[in-house]
């Protein structure tokens, strides 16, 4: 082993380059693995958010502000009041709530919040029943949801997403909002809370920030054409399955389905979601994982590179050690071990890198979580020691190989 | 006749390293003047100043102070790339160890200094074929050094320093690396050159390398102490 | 020989020639380790290249998708063209501030168009679509005029479109699209049937052929009527498309003066002032990528540093290879100074070495994407490696040759001769 660094230290220009070409990969790849999970996780987060233990319930599948497939295109929306007839046939559902989309463009007009000079165009407006904000576990910073009686009286109040109430009320907006009015199509509705800001995101951005959520029968009233309905529904711990059995049961019958007829709604759970999603970036992440091995791949050549040289170099020194009695297989394990070196201070090198680099990042970006995933440093360790092997096992064959006469004739290159 | 001229001149040249806090001075105030066409061999035990004196010769080195005139241009002020020029115009340099490049013919090797010295390739094939035969080897101009012995190696070398018609040729130790019987090939033919007309400077602390010479300077701790012409 | 020299130039005499050839002959000296290292750098340039190919790929999928949306060089008037793409306020804008479209208008327009333009109109609307006892609700039933046929590419499978004559007779004949074929005449042939729409009969006289699908929404749920039949059965649009084209958009400039002619008219019409602003929307393929091509920025904007760091360990195995050699060279390049080789001319021999090993795997990374984008067309893509992704490629290649060459390069014009000519 002492062989070994003496002879990797008698060129240390030679070997700093090449485990710096290990660092660079093994950092490359790391980093990517990091800023991947990340993404992942902050979106996992979104999903999460809206309540591990609800079902929700839709007519369409996929994303409820996308337009139809073919398919789904005449499928009828959810009514409000489903959810009702759910809590109280399904015996593993504990509470519904309902949440009406409302489109961005209602009768040939732009959908914006005004609050005074300030205006947002990039609200979501959702009726909303009562209890929806304690289903989606929502936060409030200040205020409170509505009530019940706010929702039947169709009453003009509002709840905004974090986002929004910045946008209209600028950063300080606070507990001195609430009671302020933001007017929607012309209309006042009456601030009676602000939710807090949403953790999870997709890039930084939580649709869920910029909503405008008035009362659910508001809504019927002020938007009668909006009829897409998004049904939450809360199973009791633990029995999140059946209670999406019983969902299904339930809908099936107020569809009025026959037996053979397959769902005309979807339900899914944010795991669920999360599961699509995975599927869906597993792919795009494993070519962006590829392309940062290269790298690494670059730097396991360098270390061959590095080696190959070595040998020739060395032909009369390996000449000179058979000589005096070292086997062939000595002469292979010093050479294996010199590559196995390099790349392993190359491998905990650019791990140190990365850890300082992921630290930083975590400084400087909000949100950031300076995870650097188990399967990453494992990918590294075990790609660093297989780099080393397979780079140095040719050459260390060659050097085993010589004959020592040869070798000690050899001109000094 | 032969002209008389100053061609070659050094005046007071000194060459002082430091090593440490020490001063070495390997040339302490040395005075030569060289006509054309002399045959001048410079002796010295090692540590004399020889090597150092012939580095600066060949323009491989500048003296610390002193100057140096060669062939009408003063040299001890050129820069780098000038030096080099005059490398290649002006000096035929034969090494001890040969030094030609391993992985080219000898054509190409006797070439390089015509390639460096910007000249067209078929004028430079011509003059490197004619040095070659100058020296005796024109069947043997597309071996490669180790396909040659040592004797044809530097000869090869030889070649390579006429090719460019230098005004000095410089010879470090030329038979240092070779048996007795080529060495006295190699010395003949140094021999035959001077007798041409070219200035051979050869550097030895071989008694009988010397003898060939018509002059023997002989150097001792930096300085010039004897310079006896035949 | 008596010859007088001057002093000698000082500027430095460089045969790149030579350095080249010298280049070549180092690399071919110690082929094995030429090869590693350039095999880095082909790995390297494949990456960017490959990065290229994609994002050029997914540019192109768009521009077709585009033209098989509303035609290849056809633009569009509307008082809202794309209400999907603005922001909320300025949509609200729009639609108060432009005024309607209607016929008077674009009978105006092909009066002015001088045979530049060619202008065609169109009006939708969400129709439910009853063939006796089958119905297909949510078709797009879109009021056409007659040149639509000529002016975007209708791909009519089988019959025809409706003719001129046709569409003043307000004739109540329909092109129907794909999806609404295999609903309503799944086992029938839907010629010459006939369709109800709000209650009156369309007589089918042409398919459309399968579109697929554009960003999500199927092409193929159209129905195709006269546009004075949608009127009569719908009453007067409030707002109509107008869309447009060059009578002969391969000749150049053509589709840029048809533009230029149709929203002169427009504004005419309109009657706006010089310095107004448009009060309706012009829409060209080209605005419809610029979506795609945020995306493509996005991507790029992601690979681009991992590639980076790709060409960075190239660069360091390359430049490793070229220090060994140096290294192992110094005699040699003592004596090509003894000979009088000017330092530059020894820079220009290590860097030439540099440059030939990394042009030479740019040049495989390059043919090795070539082939993978060959291969990945065999299964239905439409990929494409330009030339200039290749000039790109190359010159990326040599550059990093270049600057995996300095440092070394520099190292060994510092050698000093006397030293070296003694190395081992």
Redesign the interface.
Known sequence: MRLAVESLAAHPGRAALAVIGIVIGIVTVSLVATVLVNVRNQIALLFRELGTDNVFAFHLSGDPYSPPSDEEARRLPLERDFGDVIVREAEAVEAAAAQILIPAVVNGRALSARAGSAVSDTVLVEGTSASYFDIVGAQFAHGRPFTQYEDRAAARVAVLGASLARALFGDDAGAGTLGREVQLLGEPYAVVGILQQRRGGFFGENRQDSVMAIPAGTAARRFPDADATVLYLRALEGRLQSARTDIETVLRRLRRLAPDEPNDFNLSTSEQIIGTFDRVGAGIALATVGLAAVSLLIGGIGIANVMVIAVTERTREIGVRMAVGARRQDVMRQFLIESLLLSLVGGAGGLLVAALLTSVLALVLPGFMPVLPLWAVAFGVVSSCLTGTLAGYLPARQAAGMDPVEALRHEAA | MREAREFLSIRDIRKIYRVGNEEVRALDGVDLVVSRGEYLAIMGASGSGKSTLMNLLGCLDTPTSGSYRLNGVAVEGLNDEELAAIRNEEIGFVFQTFNLLARTTALRNVELPLIYGGVGRTERRGKAERALERVGLADRMKHRPNELSGGQRQRVAIARALVNEPSILLADEPTGNLDSTTSAEIMELFDALNDAGNTVIVVTHEDDIAAHAHRVVTLCDGKIVSDVGK | ?????K???????V?LV?AIREGV?AVR??R??AL??G??IA??V??IAI?VVVLDGIERFARTSAARTFGADTFVIAKVAS?GRI??????RK?ERNPNIRRADLRVLERWASGRVVYGATVNRRVEVVAGSRS???ASLVGATADLAEIRDLAIARGRFFTNTEELQARQVAVLGA?LVDELFPAVDPLGKTVRIAGRGFEVIGLQERQGNVG???LD?NVWIPLPAFERAFGAPETMQLLARAPRPDEPAATQEAESRARVSMRARHQLDPGEEDDFDMLSPEASRSFVQRLSERIGM??AP??A??L???I??V???I??SVT?RT??I????????????VLAEILAESVVISFIGGLAGVLSVYGLVELLNRTGLNLRLEIATVAWSLLAASASGLLAGWFPARYATRIV??DA?HA?
């Open positions: 020989m008596t010859r007088a020299r002093a000698p130039s000082a500027a430095a005499r045969s030579e002959g000296t110690h094995l380790r590693l290292a095999l880095a790995a390297a494949a990456t990065v209400p922001s909320r306020q300025q949509l609200e639609l297909y609700e949510g999806v999500g929404a199927s749920r992601a690979a991992i590639s760091m790709a960075l360990a190239a360091i195995v430049a490793n290879t220090l060994v192992q005699r040699e003592g004596v090509r100074r003894a000979v009088g080789a000017s330092r530059s001319q001769v006397v000519l081992d």
